[in-house]
């Protein structure tokens, strides 16, 4: 073999023995994460930007992994920090457009789509950023793993049906509009045998109908919305069973079909379905508990600092409270508004908690966005508590 075969041999060798290297860390990294094992998968990533030789998408990919770790924490800041970075990696190896840049541009879309909780300017700068990430999939060439693909796709989903919903009164249209893009996306992530990102957007998939169900909830006939709220509750229990047959029962994608459940009983049929909508939240409380070594049926209620999301335990007790007592609506029931303030209660030290582990400076964007902050709505059901039984405690 002449040699300058053999060294070009060599250099494709070491060339995917460090892209294979890279791919293990993304995929148990992505594991931990799902498992609640937030420290483990940061470390793992750490570990591997500081001690293995890189390509330059190796290391893109490792820094979009730490950025979106960041981001299931509800650390955004933190995760934008990394995505940036990331991106410009791409943009500076390949240009910016290439088809390895797309995935940056993703990324790009899915920050301004978690801000746009809080503030609803930045939906479309989603938009934006998903639908030129789209584009350059079909035109560009280069290279683009199967799963980032299904990543690109689904954000184009994501960013359409938020930008879509906050500019065009025809909810209908747009959702189906989105469950169009979001097949697109399956069938990729099918392609790739990827039972996590499929049971992820048929997690999507169902939240269209959940968005449905809550936007005409008064005006459709109640065989309509059956419809609907049936069509949601299927898709999220496809979406348990695929996670459970993978292993991940108490993951975090399990938690998440708990909590869309509780939002389609509450968004559906209001306070007639509030024990079945409270029942969904405990399922997604406990899932988040167990995880951690309790034991299954623990009080939902309970505080366990080994949990290391806790703004999404934050968000489930708020949520939570909601559905006994709906937001700055009158009540003359001492007991439900009783038991709302106790699931407040009991968010706060997890709060707390979101407060000392938050890493980046820029926390004003977690704040007040995904019911990361309960203290208005505690002070409001003290003040109605009060007002009930002239029980001051609270006030």
């Known amino acids: 073999m002449p ?223 059956k419809a609907l709220a049936d069509s949601g509750l299927m898709l999220y229990r496809r979406s348990i069973a695929l996670m459970t047959a993978a292993g991940f029962r108490t993951s975090e994608a399990v938690m998440m079909d708990h909590l869309t459940t509780a939002l389609m009983y509450k968004d559906a049929y209001g306070s007639d379905s509030a024990n079945k909508a409270i029942a969904a939240y405990d399922e997604a409380l406990r899932t988040m508990l167990v995880q951690v070594g309790n034991a299954p049926f623990i009080d939902p209620l309970t505080f366990d600092p080994r949990i290391s999301n806790k703004a999404q335990m934050t968000e489930l007790l708020y949520l939570r409270a909601l559905s006994f007592a709906s937001k700055y609506e009158d009540h003359t029931d001492i007991e439900r508004v009783t038991r709302a303030l106790k699931s407040v209660e009991a968010a706060v030290p997890y709060w707390q908690g979101l407060l000392k582990e938050y890493r980046s400076q820029d926390i004003q964007k977690v704040l007040g966005s995904y019911g990361h902050f309960p203290f208005e709505y505690g002070t409001w059901l003290a003040a109605e508590l009060f007002m009930l039984n002239g029980d001051s405690a609270r006030l």
């Open 3 to 225: 040699r300058s075969t053999l060294c070009f041999l060599f250099f494709v060798l070491g060339h995917w023995s460090i892209a294979q290297s890279a791919h293990d860390v993304l995929s148990q990294a992505r594991k931990h994460d799902l498992q609640g094992n937030a420290k483990a998968s940061l470390t793992l990533l750490q570990n591997a930007l500081l001690d293995t030789p890189l390509t330059a998408l190796c290391h893109a990919r490792l820094l979009e992994a730490v950025g979106e770790h960041f981001h299931r924490l509800s650390d955004i800041g933190e995760a934008r920090k990394n995505w940036d970075e990331a991106l410009r990696i791409r943009q500076q190896t390949f240009g910016d457009s290439s088809a390895e840049a797309v995935v940056g541009y993703a990324y790009q879309a899915r920050y301004h789509d978690y801000m746009n909780a809080s503030q609803p300017g930045h939906n479309l700068l989603a938009r934006r950023e998903a639908e030129r990430a789209k584009h350059l999939l079909k035109v560009s060439k280069g290279e683009v793993d199967p799963l980032e693909r299904v990543l690109i796709l689904r954000e184009y989903g994501y960013a359409f049906k938020v930008s879509e919903s906050q500019v065009n009164d025809d909810w209908h249209s747009n959702l189906r509009c989105t469950r169009g893009f979001y097949r697109e996306a399956l069938h990729a992530a099918t392609i790739a045998r990827d039972t996590l990102w499929i049971a992820q957007i048929t997690h999507d998939i169902g939240n269209t109908f959940t968005d449905e169900a809550g936007r005409y909830r008064r005006k459709l006939l109640m065989t309509e919305l």
